[in-house]
């Protein structure tokens, strides 16, 4: 039976964890929307035109070092572009169609990919909190960006994703917002299974 559940919220704030625990809690199939963009922002940093990448996109693109910081900021420019983001929609929509159930994370699946998921949720945390967290992912790689840096990078990618014209980041109207500023992800996950149980 079809079953989507909608996670969005901006970088860092603990979505992709969430979604994975709950894809495994449920037995769903998961997608990391946020990954299409770094593919395609990845292409792009390899000289490809931004639509073109996005139209021709593989499964095989999704692999590789797409979690760098060049990567990351790569994928937030070709999010604002009409015409890549609409090259994506298809592939998100017909995730989401199957039918042992999906969970799909980004910035817009709530409010644009599936304005008729059976859950939405809204996981977010302060700029200063997510910059810590990146930043201490980014250093276990041995990426040398400092604090303030990667602050900088939050904060200026919250502003584009928050600002464009085309599928801003921000909550659907029907979401469940959920802060996990203080909380552990423990109790994140807890939080939106009890939510998704209470609509299956």
Do not use: W
């Not at 969970?103 to 008729?116: F, H, K």
């Not at 802060?179 to 807890?190: G, L, N, Y």
């Amino acid at each position: 039976m079809k079953f989507t559940v909608a996670i969005d919220g901006p970088a860092a704030a603990g979505k992709g964890t969430i979604s994975k625990a709950i894809a495994e809690h449920f037995g769903f199939a998961h997608l990391d929307t946020g990954l299409l963009y770094r593919a395609v922002g990845a292409k792009v940093l390899a000289g490809d035109d931004p639509v073109q990448a996005a139209k021709t996109l593989t499964p095989e693109d999704l692999h590789g070092d797409l979690r760098t910081s060049e990567v990351a900021q790569a994928a937030s420019r070709v999010a604002v572009l009409a015409d890549v983001r609409a090259a994506l929609v298809l592939f998100q929509r017909d995730f989401a169609a199957r039918d042992e159930g999906a969970v799909l994370d980004g910035r817009d699946i709530g409010t644009v990919i599936c304005p008729e998921a059976e859950v939405k949720l809204f996981v977010t945390a302060s700029a200063e909190v997510r910059a810590e967290r990146r930043y201490l992912e980014l250093s276990e790689k041995g990426q040398g960006d400092t604090r303030e840096q990667v602050l900088a990078d939050v904060i200026a990618r919250d502003k584009r994703d928050s600002e464009r014209a085309e599928a801003p980041l921000k909550p659907a109207n029907d979401a469940m917002i959920i802060d996990t500023s203080e909380m552990s992800i423990d109790e994140a996950v807890a939080k939106a299974v009890a939510e998704i149980e209470q609509h299956r």
